[in-house]
Structures are given as C-alpha cells and as structure tokens.
C-alpha cells in the first residue's frame, strides 16, 4: 500500500495538523538528535561533576525555588531482553539484584530529599526502566513509602505519576496495587500486535493480555492509558500494521507514541539477534508510517509531535493547544517550569541551567554512593547561548512555532542578526514548504511537522561544529529523523 493509498492523488497526503510528503522526507531524512535536551547528551563532560550539581541547586535555592519538582525513578531491570531494545537495562533473572540496587537507590532519594528540603514539593514523578514492574509489589510499596518520606508530592488530581509496564509481568490485581500506590497514568509496551513480529524481536506478547491489562487499568481509576508502538521492525508489513493499528484504535488509549526502529547493532548488542533480511525496506517503512497518521488521525488522533499522538481531550493536545507543552528526557510533559529530579543509574537530571547524568553502570553507582556521594558522572552547565538556542528548539519541537518578538524581548539580541547563519540554513527549507519565515514569526508547516528534527538541528550549534570539524572514529550515535 502506497502512502496515497487513502485518496490522494499525487505523492503528498494530507491531515489535519501533519501532512506527508514521501518525496521531501526521502530527500531529508538523516541522523540527528531527538531533542530531550539542549545540548545533547552526547555532550555532556566528566568535568562536570556532584560538586557542579550541588552549586546548581544552591543557585535554585538562592533565587527562593519554590517552583513544583518533576521527579524520574530508574529502574533498570527486565526478565527478558527484546532484540530491538536500546534502553539502558539488565536482563537477569536473580531477583537479589533488585533488592541491593533498591537499598542504593533509596539512599540517593534521601540524599536528593535533603538536598531539595524546603522546596520539595512534586507534580509529577514518572518511573522508567527497564521494566519498573519487575519490583514486587511490596518492593513498590516500600519505594513509594521511601518516597513520599522524602518528598512532598501534590494531590492525586494534581499530580500527574506514572509508569511504564511489560503487560507480561502485571495481574489485574497489580494494576490495581499500582494505582493505590498512588500511579494514575499508565504506559504499556506493545510494539505490535503480530505473532511473528513479536517472535522476531523476542517479546511475545498475546493481544488479550495487553488489553486486559488496558481494562484493568480503567477499572481501577488511572486517568490516562498510554501504547508505544515501533514501526520498522523485523517481519513487520503493510498487513500485519494495519492489523495492529485496528486492534490499537479499538482499544482506545488516550496516547500512543510510534516510534521508528532505529537498527543501529554496533551501538546496541541485543539488535545483532535481528536478521537485518529480516526488515522491511526503508520504502516500505515510510509507507507504514503513512499508513499509521492517515489511520491515527481518522480515527480521531492529534498528532502532538515527534512520534506522539493524542486524544483531543487529552493533557497533552490541551497543553500544546494553549502553549504549555514542554519536552524532557520523559518525552513531552505538560510540567514546563519543573526542575528534574532523576534517581537510579544512568538517569538524567535537569537543575537550574545544568543537565547531570548518573553513572551508568551498577558498581560505578554503588561506589560513588558508599563514599556518600551522589552517583554524577557527568554533565554540562549551560552557556546563555545554550539557553537561547535550548528555548528556540523547545518552542519549534512543542509547538511548532517561535514569537522572534519574544526571544528579542528575553535576550539582548537582533534575531536576525545573532542567528544569520541559521537562517540561511532554513532557506531551503523554506523553499521545500517546511517553514515559513515572517517578520515577527518562525512557523513549522504541516509538511515540516514530522521533520521537526531536521528544522531544530539548524539551530543546534554543536551539531554544526561537529560536522565542521567531526572526530574521526566516532560511530554513528543518532538515528534517522525520519
């Protein structure tokens, strides 16, 4: 099936806030950065370090932060390994593991309440891993408790707290135990439906466990039930994705993210398992993609940006439709003035103008812990050139538009002038119906909205100085925009 498939009569299809041009996205897709932060993590140094991260929230503290905190638990464990998986995790079956990084983990939950006392106070909180589910549901309780020791976390209809569960590993009865643990949003991998794709990437997982896993989750109260699905994958085809889709939109979550398999093996061990005859040609891939926005939006979807998809009357399109999206390590996040706190191995912080990054693997972690210091490997403090150009690519990925009235109001520059180089790099863009360039205004085109990455890498400053000056040796550490 073409991408035109649904009526169109030349390579172009159209909806209502995004609109697919197979010709432009074959002619811009490369590699780039997502954009859950500026500058991006592959930037961060080990120069930056615990004593860099405490003078950041002394900095909160000296300017009265009272602003609510966003607050990110890590938890890298899984029973089994999917082939396509790029997350930082540990495959092991030997439970014991679980309970010595939770002893480690509470300790830097007190050590951040402390640091953070008085200005405390949480709105949102999102466990990742890993699979957070693979914790009992006493291990859970207790962390929760540990939590809320430590933290001062803002009512149920307040708060927006949630998690990321394998549906294989939940009973209706632990979905029930997690809601009265205090999680009222909910996200469950999926990737596809398909008995053979879910053999090939090893992850199978029968339809009506995941939906039942979806009604429990209403039953007990979560406010908003979220799918990711992974286009690109082994075995996967035009059939088997549509099938997919129908089962999805039947099932009605309030969000889905459809992200692009990125088969990247000399970075990711796990996808050396995938057959690379195996996957679907880069032709076929755009069609799917096509396929799942036509579908997605007729079925009622607002396309929120890079890979998401939301009810109308979801926080999310609200959020976007009044100007209040903001994206994070988390992805999109309706908390746009929340400092993150982020505990476990691995994990990312963002504090004041600083992004600091925990060791990354379970001893480094617990050493730095047992000499009673904070995990923090590395990171970056960021310049005023960083935070303009941070708050121009958070506007475009958010929402898909930039006040130049603004940006000239909150920095002492001449837009045009500070940014001349930028805007000669969009000029082609421009021509290509991506942007378009007024006066007092930068806008995204409904073209340009599923290349969005390729229009916030004109601003990325270190991007182009890597590219002017690339490092030999360096493999390829971002995958395709499109």
């Known amino acids: 099936?073409?991408?035109?498939?649904?009526?169109?009569?030349?390579?172009?299809?159209?909806?209502?806030?995004?609109?697919?041009d197979a010709d432009i996205i074959g002619k811009l897709s490369q590699s780039g950065p997502r954009y859950t932060s500026y500058p991006t993590a592959d930037r961060f140094s080990e120069d930056f370090g615990y004593g860099n991260y405490l003078e950041a929230i002394a900095g909160l503290r000296?300017?009265?932060?009272?602003?609510?905190?966003?607050?990110?638990?890590?938890?890298?464990?899984?029973?089994?390994?999917?082939?396509?998986?790029?997350?930082?995790?540990?495959?092991?079956?030997?439970?014991?593991?679980?309970?010595?990084?939770?002893?480690?983990l509470k300790q830097e939950i007190e050590m951040q309440g402390k640091l953070f006392s008085g200005m405390n106070h949480i709105e949102q909180l999102h466990f990742g891993g890993g699979t957070p589910t693979y914790l009992s549901d006493r291990q859970m309780d207790d962390l929760m408790a540990h939590l809320r020791h430590h933290f001062e976390f803002a009512p149920d209809d307040i708060g927006e707290y949630s998690i990321e569960i394998d549906p294989r590993t939940v009973s209706r009865e632990r979905v029930q135990s997690l809601r009265s643990q205090g999680f009222n949003r909910i996200s469950l991998g999926v990737q596809d439906?398909?008995?053979?794709?879910?053999?090939?990437?090893?992850?199978?997982?029968?339809?009506?466990?995941?939906?039942?896993?979806?009604?429990?989750?209403?039953?007990?109260?979560?406010?908003?039930?979220?799918?990711?699905?992974?286009?690109?994958?082994?075995?996967?085809?035009?059939?088997?994705?549509?099938?997919?889709?129908?089962?999805?939109?039947?099932?009605?979550?309030?969000?889905?993210?459809?992200?692009?398999?990125?088969?990247?093996?000399?970075?990711?061990?796990?996808?050396?398992?995938?057959?690379?005859?195996?996957?679907?040609?880069?032709?076929?891939?755009?069609?799917?993609?096509?396929?799942?926005?036509?579908?997605?939006?007729?079925?009622?979807?607002?396309?929120?940006?890079?890979?998401?998809?939301?009810?109308?009357?979801?926080?999310?399109?609200?959020?976007?439709?009044?100007?209040?999206?903001?994206?994070?390590?988390?992805g999109y996040s309706t908390h746009a003035e929340s400092d993150l706190v982020a505990c476990g191995v691995s994990a990312i912080s963002a504090v004041g103008a600083t992004y600091s990054q925990n060791e990354k693997t379970l001893d480094a972690y617990y050493e730095k812990l047992d000499e009673g210091k904070l995990p923090v490997a590395r990171g970056i403090k960021l310049t005023s050139d960083d935070l303009l150009r941070r708050i121009i690519i958070q506007m475009?990925?958010?929402?898909?538009?930039?006040?130049?009235?603004?940006?000239?109001?909150?920095?002492?520059?001449?837009?045009?002038?500070?940014?001349?180089?930028?805007?000669?790099?969009?000029?082609?863009?421009?021509?290509?119906g991506l942007v378009t360039l007024e006066p007092h205004w930068l806008s995204v085109t409904p073209k340009g909205r599923l290349l969005i990455r390729n229009i916030c890498m004109v601003f990325d400053r270190y991007l182009r100085m890597a590219r002017t000056q690339p490092q030999p040796g360096q493999p390829l550490r971002f995958s395709r925009t499109i």
Do not use: W
């Open 396 to 432: 475009l990925m958010c929402n898909f538009e930039l006040s130049i009235d603004s940006i000239e109001q909150a920095y002492p520059i001449d837009f045009r002038t500070y940014f001349a180089t930028e805007l000669e790099a969009l000029a082609p863009l421009e021509q290509d």
């Open 62 to 104: 000296m300017r009265g932060g009272r602003r609510p905190l966003s607050l990110y638990i890590h938890i890298p464990f899984c029973d089994t390994i999917c082939y396509y998986c790029a997350c930082n995790k540990i495959v092991t079956k030997d439970r014991s593991k679980a309970a010595t990084y939770l002893s480690y």
């Open 193 to 330: 439906f398909d008995p053979d794709v879910q053999q090939a990437v090893n992850r199978i997982q029968p339809a009506e466990d995941t939906l039942a896993v979806m009604q429990a989750a209403r039953d007990a109260g979560f406010r908003s039930i979220s799918i990711d699905l992974i286009y690109g994958l082994p075995k996967q085809n035009m059939d088997s994705m549509a099938r997919t889709l129908e089962q999805v939109i039947a099932a009605s979550p309030d969000r889905i993210a459809l992200y692009n398999y990125a088969h990247m093996p000399h970075l990711f061990k796990p996808q050396r398992r995938i057959l690379e005859a195996d996957l679907p040609p880069s032709a076929v891939k755009l069609d799917m993609l096509a396929l799942c926005i036509r579908r997605l939006s007729a079925a009622g979807y607002v396309y929120i940006g890079m890979d998401h998809f939301a009810k109308p009357t979801d926080d999310l399109a609200v959020a976007q439709r009044q100007g209040r999206l903001h994206r994070n390590f988390q």
């Open 1 to 20: 099936m073409s991408p035109t498939a649904a009526g169109a009569s030349s390579s172009v299809a159209y909806f209502p806030t995004v609109q697919f």
